[in-house]
């Protein structure tokens, strides 16, 4: 039986994803499904390459899903700061990661050219199957870890003592959807558009690892794996103009972890 708690990040979750349904269909009657990119593919300034403003913007069909989707996502985290006071920090810094995204991306869907320093991306133009699919195959091989050797203890699992539900909810929804937020559709796109594909993936790769450091306790391989999600991640969101690949494997990855650990709580 869940907890009150328990009950209130579950209803988070299934009103994001109702609220972004109604979104995406809404967007549908508009015909966003059929916008067209009229910016060069990311791909042909990939090795330090500066890509003209505006190739990584908001202007991307479903913007409006897309900001109530983290809207709602955002929400349940800025719950967990409030009420579950051993995580009330990192919920702290989750939300902040969440606003200065949000800056940034209004910034880029009312002037993409009104800056050179920032980018951004949200779920793409079209080929959602082919997302998808990348950011399965994406996640295998770090799932896969979980057989070989100590690979369990690569990946770290939030658990809010008593609560398995909301330890799963935490981990495997909220932490992704604002980690590739903003490693992702922020630090990559900004990083890229100024220097390249590679070096805007390996700047964000590093961050991230850099930003999981404390949680590792500073071990080395752990954090390589890190760096090689991150930097993956983000070759393949740029390829696709779009952070859906990664979102997928992070989610993909930190249920599999997740369901494991939180199991043996319940």
């Given at each position: 039986?869940?907890?009150f ?19 995406i ?52 985290m ?80 939030l658990?809010?003592e ?71 991640a ?33």
């Amino acid at each position: 039986m869940i907890c009150f708690e328990e009950f209130i990040l579950v209803g988070v979750v299934v009103f994001a994803f109702i609220v972004t349904a109604m979104q995406i269909k809404a967007a549908m009657r508009r015909r966003e499904q059929y916008m067209v990119d009229k910016t060069p593919p990311a791909y042909d300034y990939f090795w330090f390459a500066e890509m003209p403003e505006g190739t990584l913007s908001a202007r991307q069909p479903f913007r409006k899903a897309f900001f109530w989707w983290y809207m709602v996502t955002t929400f349940g985290m800025l719950w967990i700061a409030v009420n579950v006071p051993e995580w009330s920090t990192v919920g702290i810094i989750y939300v902040l990661f969440a606003a200065i995204s949000f800056t940034v991306y209004l910034v880029e869907y009312v002037d993409p050219y009104i800056t050179d320093v920032t980018g951004c991306m949200l779920w793409g133009f079209g080929n959602y199957d082919d997302q998808i699919l990348e950011g399965v195959a994406l996640a295998t091989p770090f799932v896969l870890l979980g057989f070989v050797g100590q690979g369990m203890q690569v990946f770290q699992v939030l658990q809010i003592e008593g609560m398995p539900v909301a330890s799963l909810v935490l981990t495997a929804f909220l932490v992704p959807n604002i980690e590739e937020l903003f490693f992702r559709g922020f630090i990559t796109s900004s990083v890229a558009e100024d220097i390249g594909c590679v070096q805007g993936a390996f700047v964000s790769g590093f961050v991230f690892a850099v930003f999981h450091g404390a949680v590792y306790h500073k071990e080395l391989i752990p954090l390589m794996i890190v760096f090689a999600f991150g930097f993956a991640a983000s070759m393949v969101d740029l390829r696709h103009k779009s952070i859906l690949p990664g979102l997928v494997a992070h989610t993909i990855i930190n249920f599999f972890y997740a369901i494991s650990i939180v199991s043996s709580m319940a």
